[in-house]
């Protein structure tokens, strides 16, 4: 059943937006398959519009007020019905961005004098008003399929469909190891998904190795992900690989080609570590249910670290934990802190940023390979292993580097963005298998450009607009939890991506650092507790308005650009690095505050 | 007793100084009357100055170590003794400076083999190997005399002697007001400090009220310090006063000046302000012991407003446990939060920017007269008058009204420095006088150019570089708690200005805030507890290397003048603010972290 199905009534007339910091708007509220959409009446000069999908919570009060929950982001650029928005879509993202997170606080409320139902019920009433809460529930959950989603309909003027895709991301990767050495080889034994489902057509694997033997080791990993490789260090030659948990079993299984696997990996009397993401005592407990970890006596070559990073409902609870104080006005100084305490996301951040900077440590400076994984291999693994190639490898800290190691590390290596990000981060009803690990990627990413300002090419930006995009995004590129169904419901042919939106020069320069400069240096970061920082930007991003510190970014962005444009002219050179427009500057670092200013 | 005559050994040759973070350096220790000098062996290439009056501790140690414990302050550019240093002096200051704070972590040790005491000993020894700790302690305190500090000595090349001293502050700011108004008059009723020994010779009260009143009003009020203008608001006339505590005590005194004094300042049916500093039980605790406050009774036109600033003993123990916590590198990040959580410095900073925005928003938003005082009127006082003028005023945010902000408002206005400063900021001897009340208003101060990175003329460097020398100076400024004892000693006769040395061109550029444009605006700052940050570069400063940000900061500074001279090239104006020069851009942002690069 398509969503808009469920429309009874397409339009509400009369209807009061009320947003904190800014004076209500009163105006004509829309429904459509895709979006809320709110027109100011008399004039319509402020249109708004809202992807469903960014919906937190339909309540219904008493005095029959229809209260709305939306989630900070908001439509894109394109219209999709067929008034074009009279007022520019950065106004409407700005200020139906305001509305963030939580309900109470930061909610805006359509107050509706004549309210009347948008929603048709599917199930009979049981009175003239339908519990609006329940409806939108199930009419949101009915969207089960994504083919439906506003994705497949959005048509951005200027760009084309197929462009943006990365296609070749394991192709391009082998070329790079390749030029350095001849250990790795690109297999297709996955290429209808069948030894792996999460994994995409063509992984690396020990060049060694047969694809016969790679698909018996897949069936001894959880999930089928057998160990690849995802990134090949070249100072020294070690390499980074990441699987799934062995199925050991209470009964010790093992399994000779996943065994063989690991070994032709390792050298001559090499040694490797494997950085197991769970406790020492969860991966035993793991045994139970089937699953376990790699034996001393199995792989005697390889050496276990534990490094138990939360994820999952607790890594949920204390982000909205975080979210819940960030909001809350009333505190004391020491009641904050320890609300902050007792959030634990610093923790793990810290604890995120440490496992990778071991991952690293021992690439870079043992010498050793390093595998990396925790049960199913799709959330912490990818955390560690996307950020230890963030600290390693100066490539990955491009604006182009950056997005290939998002498509690589996360997007086709299986992170189940829809399982995981399914719901609004901050909605109140949340799925077993949400978590915010790309979130805490994000914050971690944040941390790295925090204490390395010079070393990162894109800001803070990106990252805001990466966690947007992967919740309720008008782009094909977050679509689904792999590569199988992202190729069974033709994501890549029916869809935009969120690449060639982004890399489009007019939006580009939003998302550059000013004062990137190419390091190429491992940066290591401090992961003291002293030196991990809320990300003020993310999670005071509705609340506290940061208009000056935009304002800063975008005077040096300025600054940059007037320093080249005059290194321009007097050398009369075009430098390697595209410049923002000069009008454009000023809207740069506008993250969407408007509401609280 | 000078301090010269105590030095028994003046050199120790073949010393180790062993530093974290860098290698041991073996040298000759030098003891001359004002610095600890280290020259390495056998070159020499190092030359460390470090000004005696850094020296936190001194330690006697088993196997005969000594060890010295210097805080990150380092002797200044100049040469006291008959060589001139060969390092620069940036790097002297880099390198002592990175012996931080507290003693364990961040000692320099000079461990000489074969150890000799440096100090003859007032007292008969008991051995061959006196107590260096409490020699130490005795030969620093002796320097009971002021006018045998180095700044006597300093003579700094390109600097007069008289240049920099803000000599007609008083006058200058009566000027500014006179052209507003004339309620106000500059009295000299404390023109031989008679009236209140802590009040500058000359200070403005209000025009209608005649020098005997106010001296009969001075004696009702703690230490003299009668109620006196310190900011007028020429947006709407408002004013703000501070004084002392009136001297109430448990039998209601009252005096008729005084209350002639604040009626005076009040128009027709003008309502006023008091804000208090203390809790309303303190104050009335204060009436036992003959202080108190204004009574609803005697100023029916004031209405109190009690705020609670720590000061004294509490606020030093808070900053203490905040530096112990910044300094313990093995906690885990929840231990962390709730160490910095139990130092409660934030809840200090937080409080004292709601107490100034408080008294702000009585004169800007309510249009009504404030007086501000607490006890003695010399510490919170001075700290909410400060931080209201920086917050209403945007005089006070360019660097040359910030100096003279910190002239009036903390240096003329008599807040005791040489007792609240008198030991290192980290020594673990503290007299009881002793409170980083000073370091508080810095640190309000940093809160407010981060939050407004526009705003303020000056960054960071400025900051920090007030910090170190409010503790241990080559220069006047800071000497001394009041004009009177600034007067006898002949500071502005025999000392350089620390004014007159920041003002220099080549030093001056590193004070400035590359971004700063002036804001006539009024800058609310938020004081909700997720606004406040930890001022990492002042707590971390050396302990986590900041670098990378320090560059960052150089990199905006290269921008800004690269882009200004580019307008230069083609307009063919000069600017109206200096610039820095191309050198000395690079060195700019280093606060000395050498020591844990």
Redesign the interface.
């Known amino acids: 059943m398509e969503f808009s199905e469920l429309i009874k009534t397409a339009t509400v007339e009369d209807v009061l937006l009320s947003r904190p910091g800014v004076a209500a708007v009163r105006g004509t509220l829309c429904i459509t398959s895709h979006h809320l959409l709110l027109s100011s009446c008399p004039r319509g000069d402020l249109e708004l519009w809202l992807l469903i999908r960014n919906v937190d919570a339909v309540e219904k009060r008493v005095h029959n007020l229809g209260w709305c929950h939306p989630r900070g982001v908001a439509a894109p650029c394109g219209t999709p019905g067929s008034r074009a928005p009279r007022a520019p879509s950065r106004c409407a993202a700005r200020t139906c961005g305001c509305c963030s997170w939580r309900s109470r606080a930061w909610s805006s409320a359509w107050t509706s004098p004549a309210p009347s139902s948008l929603l048709r019920r599917k199930t009979p009433s049981r009175g003239l008003f339908p519990s609006h809460e329940s409806l939108a529930a199930q009419a949101l959950c009915s969207l089960d399929s994504v083919m439906l989603t506003y994705p497949f309909f959005h048509r951005p003027p200027g760009l084309r469909l197929q462009h943006g895709w990365h296609r070749a991301v394991p192709e391009r990767h082998l070329q790079r190891v390749a030029s350095q050495t001849s250990q790795w080889r690109l297999s297709s034994v996955n290429g209808d998904f069948g030894a792996c489902p999460s994994y995409p057509r063509a992984v690396l694997v020990p060049a060694a190795l047969g694809d016969e033997a790679v698909a018996k080791a897949a069936r001894f990993r959880q999930g089928g992900r057998f160990p690849v490789l995802c990134y090949f260090h070249p100072k020294n030659g070690t390499a980074l690989l990441r699987s799934s948990q062995p199925l050991t079993g209470p009964n010790r299984r093992r399994c000779r080609e996943d065994e063989q696997l690991l070994g032709t990996v390792l050298g001559e009397g090499e040694r490797g570590f494997v950085i197991d993401t769970r406790s020492a005592q969860a991966a035993k407990q793991a045994r139970m249910s089937g699953g376990g970890t790699e034996p001393k006596s199995s792989y005697p070559r390889w050496r276990r670290l534990h490094r138990a990073l939360e994820r999952g409902r607790p890594l949920q609870e204390s982000f909205a934990r975080l979210v819940e104080?960030?909001s809350d006005?009333a505190?004391?100084?020491?009641?904050?802190?320890?609300r902050?305490?007792g959030s634990?996301w610093?923790?793990h951040v810290?604890a995120a940023l440490s496992t990778a900077c071991l991952a690293a440590q021992c690439l870079d400076r043992e010498g050793c390979k390093v595998l990396v994984h925790g049960a199913e291999g799709t959330d912490t693994t990818l955390l560690v292993t996307a950020l230890a190639q963030l600290i390693l490898d100066p490539a990955c800290r491009t604006l182009e580097g950056f997005q290939e190691l998002l498509e690589r590390e996360w997007i086709q290596a299986g992170h189940p963005f829809q399982l995981r990000c399914a719901r609004s981060a901050c909605s109140h009803a949340r799925g077993k298998q949400e978590a915010p690990v790309f979130l805490l990627f994000l914050d971690c990413v944040w941390q790295l450009s925090r204490?390395?300002?010079?070393?990162l090419e894109f800001g803070e930006q990106l990252l805001l607009t990466l966690f947007d995009n992967a919740y309720a995004s008008a782009y094909g590129t977050f679509l689904c939890n792999n590569e199988k169904e992202r190729s069974l419901c033709k994501v890549r042919e029916s869809t935009h991506s969120l690449w060639a939106w982004l890399n489009q020069p007019e939006e580009k320069h939003k998302y550059l650092n000013p004062?990137y400069s190419h390091n190429p240096l491992v940066i290591w970061p401090?992961v003291?507790?002293?030196?991990?920082?809320?990300w003020?930007g993310f999670?005071?991003r509705w609340?506290?308005p940061s208009q000056?510190?935009d304002?800063?970014w975008v005077?040096?962005q300025r600054?940059?650009q007037?320093?080249n444009s005059?290194l321009q002219e007097s050398t009369g050179k075009r430098l390697s690095q595209p410049l923002p427009e000069p009008s454009a500057g000023t809207e740069n670092g506008e993250t969407g505050t408007a509401g609280t200013r």
Chains 1, 2 share one sequence.
């Open positions: 104080a960030c006005p505190l004391s100084m020491e009641r904050w802190l320890g902050l305490e634990r610093l923790s810290k204490q390395f300002p010079f070393s004062l401090s003291e507790p002293q030196s991990i920082q809320l003020q999670f005071l609340i506290r000056h510190l304002e800063a005077e040096i600054l940059v007037g320093k005059s």
